[in-house]
């Protein structure tokens, strides 16, 4: 069953001469963007791209399907490749930890946890400035500089001597890292219309399963190193760094900011995709700060339940991605098993993100998907904290709350399909961005020196939590509901719009999802 809102594929008959795709100088380029449209309207800038060709027919399914590939091997393994560096460097800490960082360092009490946490904070405080620039600067090119630069701090970690160093690290790692959830969002929903995106959402954030197996062997191999002038994690860290920061020069340099910079593809071919896409009602870019939509997040339902949506499902992701492997060697292994057998976590994160991200493309029913995700969590979570004793099944538990990581996909695609309103999206994908760090804070800080070894309290914080997010998923669908029935029904609102001409100015006005009467909610 399809919900409410889920974009039907427009396509024309009438190929005509535009259906080639080196035509590119058979019209002119579109104009600057304009203060108002034809009607007074603030209107996006792919409008006036639009509108500044000749006449280009709407495409048809096979000519779409053509450029959906393309788009799919230009864009997507860029944005799998931050987010799986991404996750890496945030999470060698994890893996440092059992290679003696905490001996090297000298880490006493809850210093580890600090760590842990300020990288965090950092990244909740850089949603602020995130919130205001993604609006005014190039979003490819924002991406690009901050992997640079968190690529630079993963391999200044190296030079960590004590915890205030260790601590300074981490500081500007989260600064820079949070901007990678935020543009990658933006940039998903620019290419694709909400079905089509699910999928795509999910193989860049496949991203997060690669790296926990990657990160895996980085850190077993680099524990087979004995030197006792340099030890292995800090030539991690420095290997890892490196690799980032090649990848963000790759952003910067490759990664287009919108389907209008697109030098892959042909301007008719520009054209075609934008008119695809248009369906959305969530526009590509407009740089005009609305004082109006930034005052209605603030008052917005569907906000407020996915931010507390957010924490709780970060929370456990927080424990298990921070503390997995000290979990691991605490059963007995030692660090290099430990390594090891926390790779198999990774492949039960990628089966899960992709088999969400197909299943919401060909079903929708996002809400079910989320609570679906949270069963194993709860299962996980519950073995982790009573099965004490026995290791198999407390192992199993932890690989079971990795199926939780494909919920957050989820809550991206929301926010990304369901927000409308140029200024409102930035800051809503900084505020769904800064609740997870508001997650993560909370998660690695259940984790007291006095718990150990076994942990209980974080254990039963993360089957607590599983529980909760589920309830508040379930809520969040039947408000969707609530909102599409308290619009007016879509097949007057098509009527009304034809009989108005077919102005498709009303496609690409920056309004907001509740200032748009044409507005559907998927869920």
Known sequence: MTSHGDEKIVTSETKGDASSSNDSNSHTRAPEQKDQGPHGQNLDQAYYY?????????????????????????????????????????????????????????????????????????????????????????????????????????????????YVTLLTARIFLGLFEAAIAPCLILISSQWYTKSEAAPRFSIWYAGLGVGQIIGGLVSWG???????????????????????????FVTFFILPDTPMQARFLSETEKVMLLKHVSVNQTGIRNKKYNLRQALEVLMDIQLWLMTILTILISISSGVITTYSVTLVRNFGYTAPQAALLNMPSGLVSIASTLIVGYGVKHTSNRWAWLVACCVPGILGGGLMSFATGRKASQLAGIYLVNVITATLIIIYQWTGSNVAGQTKRVISVALVSGSFSVGNIIGPQTFQARDAPDYIPAKITVLATQSAAALIAFVLFLYYVWSNKSKKSASSIEGSVGAEGGRDEQLWEDRTDKQNPTFRYVY
């Open 222 to 248: 680099f524990q087979q190193v004995e030197n006792p002038s340099f030890a292995g994690w800090r030539i991690m860290f420095i290997v890892l760094g490196l690799v980032t920061v090649v990848i963000g």
């Open 50 to 162: 639009v509108h500044g060709t000749n006449d280009v027919a709407e495409g048809t399914p096979q000519e779409l399907r053509r450029l959906r590939r393309r788009a799919d091997w230009w864009i997507v393994p860029i944005m799998f490749c931050c987010y799986t560096m991404q996750f890496i460097d945030k999470v060698s800490l994890n893996y440092a930890a059992v290679m003696g960082l905490r001996q090297d360092l000298n880490l006493q009490g809850n210093e580890f946890s600090n760590a842990a946490t300020w990288f965090f904070i950092a990244f909740l405080i850089a949603e602020v400035p995130n919130a205001i620039i993604l609006q005014r600067v190039p979003v490819a090119k924002w991406l690009g500089a901050n992997v640079v630069l968190w690529g630079i701090a993963t391999a200044c970690t190296a030079a960590a001597h004590n």
